[in-house]
C-alpha cells in the first residue's frame, strides 16, 4: 500500500523555498517569458484562510488553506499550484488565492479600486479522465456581465523527459516518475523508468558539469526524485534499484549538508567525493574547492591527492 504521507507536496515546497531559481524556467514555460536563470525572483508570503473541504462522508469541515508559490519578478505576480490528484474545489481556490494576492497591491481612491488579479496556473502531478486542461473562475456581475478568469493547466504527463531537459524545466523532474506510479507498485516490468531515470541523472550531471545546476541544486533535485520514489514504491522490491540510479542515498533535503558545519577537511572530502561521483575532472574538483572553502591552490591539491586516492 502507498503511504499516506504529503511527499508530493513536501518536495515542491522543499524546491520553492530553497530552490526558487530553478522556477524560472517554469515561469518562461507556462506564461510565455523570457527571464534569464539570474533573474531576481521574490517569494511573497501566502496568507492563511478559511475555506470548506468536503469530507469523504459528504460533511463539510473547515479548514486552513495556504497557496503553495506566489511570486513576484519585476512588476509581474505568478501563482503556482501543484496538485497530485484532481480536486474538485481547486478552481474556487485560486479565486481565493487570487484575491489574497491581489489585494496586497490593490489601489484605491474614494470610491474606487483596482485590484490587480496574478497569473496563475495549477501543475498536475498526475493525470486522470477528469483532469482540466483549462482551470477557469467565472466572476458574475449583477448586471449580468460574466469576466472570465482563466488559464491553461500544466500536466506533467503530457511532457517528454527531452522536453523537460530542453527547457530545463528542473522542478518537474522529481515528479516525472509518477507516471509509472502502476508499474512501479505492481509486479509490472519497470525498464522505461530505469532508463528516463537514467537519462535523467546523465543529463543533470552533464547540466552540473556546464553549471547550468549549482552543487546544492544537482544534489537535492537527485534526493528528491528518491523521496518520490520511495513514496511510491514505499519498500517494495523495485525501491533499491530505482533510487541507487540517482546514487543511492535518499537526501535530507538540506542542501547544506554538501558542506557540513563542521572541519574544513571533512567539507573537502565531502566537496571531492560529490565531484567523483558526478565525473568531474581535478581541475573542476579544485575549482569548487577554493571557491567553497575559500582553500588557497596548494592546499586545495593537497586535500585532493589525500582523498582523492582514497575514494577512487
Known sequence: MQKKTPDYDNVFKTMKSKHKRLFISVINDTFGKNYPMDTKIETLPSEGYLTESETADGSKDIEEQISDFVIKIGSEIYLLECQSYDDGSMAIRIAEYAFIVARQFATWDIGHATIPMPRFSIIYVKRTDRTPKKTTVTFTLPDGQTVHYESDNVILEEFT???IVEKRLFPYIPFYIARYEKELTAEN??????????????????LHKANELFDNEIVDLMGFVNTIITHITNGNQNEERLVNIMGGTV??????????KGSEAGGAKQIIEMGQEFGLDDAAILERLQGKLGLSLEKATAYLEQYGKALA
Open 251 to 260: 537526501i535530507e533535503t538540506e542542501s547544506e549538508k554538501l558542506i557540513r
Open 161 to 163: 523527459k527531452e522536453y
Open 189 to 206: 516490468s519497470i525498464e522505461n523508468a530505469v532508463k528516463d531515470l537514467e537519462y535523467f541523472r546523465n543529463e543533470m550531471i552533464r
